[in-house]
């Protein structure tokens, strides 16, 4: 079998577990996007899945996707940085993330709006939400997330985009993210346009799906396992 084979393959296989999680939801496909999260694979695998006509990638080391953006510099693709954002890298995430999922703190978030704005370029800004107030492993206390969401929206290189989350490993994913959906629903009361929540990877999508995720972040179950 050809690597494009076998990503045509697992590409079905995760489209019909999407397609099932919706319709058990129901909600309609189109109101979930698949970001192939390529960390670790090289850019000819992205290239690959482009061909098959995936458009969204996710990387989350900030020097790994440089040099893929670059390489991959003649096709259309939107870059989702889903990485912890270590501030000493913001200058050169502003250059070409299209999204950052995991921001939680006002630092990352005052310094991407100035990195942005040097590079006149507009970022999509998703918030990053603990779900069970575990900082250390990222992400905001759900008691902390509007202030931080004012911050987000006073930006003006920064569009306040939604949310993002990780399940955490000592809980059910469907617990956890009903908790994101319900601070998610908050959120857009006052912030309508933070429409994305950021939820859902290879072993979680159905979890995420049923709890109003707009945004997969599928790496292992499409490119295979990671070293
Ligand atoms: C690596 C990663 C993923 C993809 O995980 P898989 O289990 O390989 O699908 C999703 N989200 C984040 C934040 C990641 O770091």
């Given at each position: 079998?050809t690597?494009?084979?076998?990503l045509?393959q697992n590409?079905?296989?995760i489209n019909s577990?999407i397609q ?6 129901g909600?309609d ?10 960390k670790?694979?090289p ?14 990638f996710g990387e989350?080391?900030?020097?790994e996707a440089?040099?893929?953006v670059?390489?991959l ?11 912890q ?6 200058n ?13 703190r006002?630092?990352?978030i005052?310094?991407?709006n100035e ?5 006149n370029r ?5 918030l990053?939400?603990s ?8 992400g ?12 987000i929206?006073s ?6 985009a939604?949310?993002m989350?990780v399940?955490p ?5 469907d617990?956890?993210f009903s908790?994101?959906e319900?601070?998610?629903?908050t959120?857009r009361?006052t ?23 707009t ?5 292992s179950?499409?490119?295979g396992?990671?070293?």
């Open positions: 079998m690597r494009l084979q076998e045509q590409l079905d296989e577990r099932n999680a919706c319709a058990a939801a909600r496909l189109s109101e979930v996007t698949l970001i192939a999260v390529s670790t694979w850019a000819a695998d992205i290239r690959l899945l482009h061909e098959l006509g995936i458009r969204d989350s080391r900030d020097q440089f040099e893929k670059a390489a510099a003649d096709l259309e693709i939107k870059w989702h940085f889903i990485g954002v270590q501030t000493n890298k913001l050169h995430i502003a250059q070409y993330a299209h999204y950052v999922h995991a921001l939680d006002a630092k990352a005052t310094g991407l990195a942005a704005a040097k590079h507009q970022i999509n800004a998703l990053q939400i779900l069970d107030g575990d900082i250390s492993r990222g905001v206390a759900i008691e902390s997330a509007m202030e931080l969401s004012d911050l929206s930006l003006p290189s920064l569009d306040f939604g949310v989350a399940a490993l000592n809980m059910e994913p617990m956890a908790r994101l319900e601070i998610a629903r959120i009361n912030y309508p346009a933070a429409k994305i929540v950021s939820a859902g990877m290879s072993n979680d999508l159905e979890a995420a799906v049923n709890n109003g995720a945004h997969l972040r599928i790496g179950a499409l490119l396992n990671r070293e």
